[in-house]
């Protein structure tokens, strides 16, 4: 569990502002229960509704810029993709002192993904290739307006240098910073993607992926979609999965030397920033952030 603020101007919420809100947009669910879900969640506050609903309130500005998003994308995407995702059921306006847009999503069952929790790694590992390969599948043309938006995560790796570098800096005496920087500079020399922009989830992060039953059986939490860069969502594969199943991920996706490059340097990347912006407040993320640090750089020495 994060500690109660992650983010210095980040909005607070509790279960009583739910009920108002509910009160006044939704009152055919107002009376139903409603308690906070733990989660280490960054962006945004849940709340289960009665036992089939939950709340998902914006705790930040650039979490809040999201809810539009996905209440227009996940209901198309959604049939064409082979693990469950969110289903929104209503879209909440600013009120009762709450300033931004914010949803009601049908609840699904499952457990935050560990390897504990997974009963097979090579079949998660596949399943997980399955459900990316069918979302860069879906057409990213011929929809009505407006067009798919851009991922924030489909840019080249350049536009996160200063940021990474400043990161590399905060890190200092906290980890193999020279190792992690040749790393990080290696990935930037990876080719470009040159083909056309896909659909991509953009934070393939254990904490946005469900286990039930041992295996895989939802992915949530799309506010990173957009079409672009596939690399981006390699992720799991330094921040999840362990060297052999890294390789069967990899297979899997039948992924090219350049977008693998790439991927790695994403992992490296968002660790990287992450570890030192939540070190102290979200100790769940904070271990992931290592994870893909450790990961990415063993890969670096002794490629999957």
């Known amino acids: 569990m994060p500690a109660s603020r992650m983010h210095d101007d980040e909005v607070e919420t509790d279960a ?6 509910l009160t006044a947009q939704f009152p055919q669910w107002a009376e139903l229960p409603i308690a906070p879900v733990p989660s280490a969640g960054t962006d945004n506050a849940l709340y289960r509704l009665g036992e089939d609903m939950v709340v998902r309130l914006p705790r930040i500005d650039w979490a809040a810029e999201d809810v539009e998003k996905e209440q227009r994308w996940l209901p198309r995407l959604a049939p064409q993709l082979p ?95 020279d190792a992690a920087t040749g790393a990080w500079e290696a990935a930037l020399l990876a080719p470009a993607w040159d083909g056309p922009p896909v659909w991509i989830h953009g934070d393939l992060s254990p904490l946005n992926l469900l286990v039930k039953q041992g295996r895989i059986s939802a992915v949530i939490d799309f506010g990173a979609l957009g079409i672009g860069d596939p690399a981006c969502d390699l992720i799991p594969a330094w921040n999840f999965f362990s060297a ?27 660790g990287l920033i992450a570890l030192p912006y939540y070190q102290h407040t979200n100790l769940a993320l904070a271990s992931i952030a290592r994870r893909a640090i450790a990961e990415a750089l063993a890969d670096q020495r002794h490629p999957a």
Do not use: K
């Open 244 to 270: 052999p199943t890294r390789r069967i991920f990899r297979a899997a996706l039948a992924v090219d030397d350049a977008t693998w490059a790439r991927g790695r340097g994403w992992a490296l990347s968002i």
């Open 16 to 21: 009583t502002l739910v009920r108002r809100l």
């Open 83 to 177: 693990l469950a995702i969110p289903a929104p059921l209503a879209q909440g306006a600013p009120g009762e002192g709450y300033p931004w847009r914010w949803s009601v999503y049908q609840w699904l069952n499952g457990e935050d993904a560990s390897v504990a929790r997974i009963t097979d790694p090579g079949q998660a590992a596949r399943d997980l290739a399955h459900f990316i390969t069918a979302l860069r599948e879906i057409a990213t043309t011929g929809w009505p307006p407006p067009e798919p938006p851009s991922a924030s995560r489909g840019v080249p790796l350049a536009t996160r240098d200063t940021e990474t570098r400043a990161a590399l800096a905060s890190l200092h005496g906290l980890l193999d910073t």
